[in-house]
């Protein structure tokens, strides 16, 4: 069958073409197009893409402190990190959309182009302020890119085989997502060095080049061997008519939105107070945005988000769920390496390790889902058993403390990776069985973006009460002599970057001591105690020994304090995610099983617009209603 069996009239054609139920671009009807070779290689494409973009949502976090201490930018450090988030999650809706109109290959290509000049660029930044603009392009096509991955495997396989492999897919995201921090830590320490373009200190920027060699692979068997028609197209116009009917206002408002709502979210509590006119105002105006963006929407000829789909109960549902896996899956990703780390004393590269379980156990459960849905045909139940297993090892995960033994909280870990590892594959295939094929891509992309939307909100809802909660609990706890060092040093002193981070700890105990010594050496010289000639030196190296271990211990008096605060904090944070998992489980008896269709199953007739143009148009177009 052609791709495209019809052809459509500019809009200057005086002629009008009549509505036609023919379906644009359909394939056949085993859905599949790809068999042997080139079904391997874009699968295998595929997933490369997914694993590339997925991890570089996470890998930067255990590289930070030496990119910092390398480009500087200390108060821009979260940028890295929110900026890659935030243009992901701005384009993901929009791309949906566009590629259930004009096709997949195309936006799917152009990502994974955005994304590698992203990643070479980031490597190559010479300042802060340019890995933060590159890893926003990197964000932009990875957004297209995770948004296209899972639709597409949905346009390959018909419902009744998708769960095996969206299972697989699942896996691969999952294991991007939690395994990011050990592979940052990993190229950070042991990256290559090259001459004198990449040196000992510079190793962070293999954290970026890694993507291009194997990039390059995904993009030329995509390239190759992924089909221009694999996907069932709703847009049969041409040139600027086809461009006229893109919503982009629609388009405008969702990004303008997306950003207002996910700076926000990413202020609150950290770069400004809940309650400041900036996080306020910003908050303010994604509300107004998101109103605006819903009326457009009900108007809109091709809406970017068609808000039928919400009058779908497993689409509404799954969306949500969505939310509450990327809340929690974040949460988790940033919280437990810090507990790990800050809490047990463990280094970032054996916090690393301690998570594989729970990233085994998410792969596991991503695949094993898939199969079991493949052979039952059911989903509900899986869902309801993934709720509770994620929401008994969250409970668990929140009641560790400085005495938590490693096994055991390997075991929280995994018990908590066996439930988030469910609903990596069974929302996806739940929505794409649910909905007709021409709003595949749509439907797909909006379970993405709420799930990335989730992250931002689970990192921050549970960094605020993190952070409240130590300052609240440390200033109740530091030492009476604490009184001694500055407000920036005491500001300093209980950074929980202090735990986790030796430069910084390191930094911190350095200038103390240097301040406390040249104080004391001060308030000697003033009484005295100094004596003139040749015991002055004795003396000036009593001094500074005397005041270099007394500042120390008092430092130790303060870490120990924040790492009691710091227990407390993950704790109450942690005990923010076994809510949503609550919510979660309340959510899974709302997810209502569909049967898995054998085939992709009819596809909504696309209808043919009737083009006219000028009064003769409009009257035939009239005479035509009226006459049927």
Known sequence: MEAFPMEIPSSSSRTPTPPSSTTVGAPPSSGRRLRGIALISV?????????????????????????????????????????????????????????????????????????????????????????????????????????????????????????RWQGIFGAVYGLSSVFG????????????????????????????????????????????????????????????????????????????ATICLLLGLTWGGQTYPWGSAQVLGVLIGAGVLFTLFLVVERFAVEPVLPLSLFGNQVFASAALL???????????????????????????????ELITPMTVSIVIASVLSGLLIARTGRYQWLAIAGAVLLGAGSLLLSRMDATTVLFQATIFMALAGLGLGVFFSL??????????????????????????????????VVGTVVNNTIASDIATRLPAGASRLTSQGISAATNPQVLVNPVYHATVVHTAQHYAVAAAIASARASGAIPAGPGASGAIAAITANASQDVLNLLNEIFSALKHSLTLGIEHGLTVVVGISVGMLVLTFLLKDVPLRASHGPVEPVQQPVQVAGQAGEQLAAQHTAGS
């Open 322 to 352: 969505s939310l509450g896996v990327g809340a929690v899956i974040l949460a988790l990703a940033y919280y437990l390496p810090l507990f790990l780390q800050g809490v047990l004393g463990e280094s970032a590269t054996n916090s690393g």
């Open 43 to 163: 699968l295998v494409a595929l997933m490369l893409t997914l694993l590339l973009e997925a991890l570089d949502q996470t890998v930067v976090g255990t590289a930070l402190p030496k990119i910092i201490g390398e480009l500087n930018g200390f108060s821009l450090y979260t940028w890295v990190a929110t900026a890659y988030l935030l243009a992901s999650a701005t384009v993901v809706p929009i791309v949906g959309k566009l590629s259930d109109q004009f096709g997949r290959k195309g936006f799917f290509l152009v990502g994974v182009v955005i994304f590698l000049l992203g990643s070479a660029l980031s490597g190559a930044s010479q300042t802060i302020q340019q890995l933060i603009a590159f890893r926003a392009l990197q964000g932009l096509g990875a957004g297209i890119g995770i948004s296209l991955v899972f639709t597409v495997v949905g346009d390959i396989f018909p419902p009744a085989e998708r769960p």
């Open 427 to 460: 929302l996806t295939l739940a929505v794409q069985n649910a909905i007709p094929r021409t709003q595949l891509g749509v439907g797909t992309a909006a379970t993405r973006y709420m799930q990335q939307a989730g992250g931002t909100l689970g990192v921050a």
């Open 181 to 256: 921090p050990t592979l940052g830590g990993f190229l950070t320490d042991h990256g290559p060095v090259v001459g004198s373009f990449i040196t000992d200190q510079s190793r962070w920027r293999w954290v970026f080049y890694v993507n291009i060699p194997i990039g390059l692979i995904a993009f030329i068997a995509l390239m190759v061997y992924l089909p221009t028609n694999i996907s069932v197209r709703t847009s049969t116009y041409r040139g600027w008519a086809a461009i006229r009917r893109i919503d982009f206002l629609g388009a405008v408002l969702a990004s303008a």
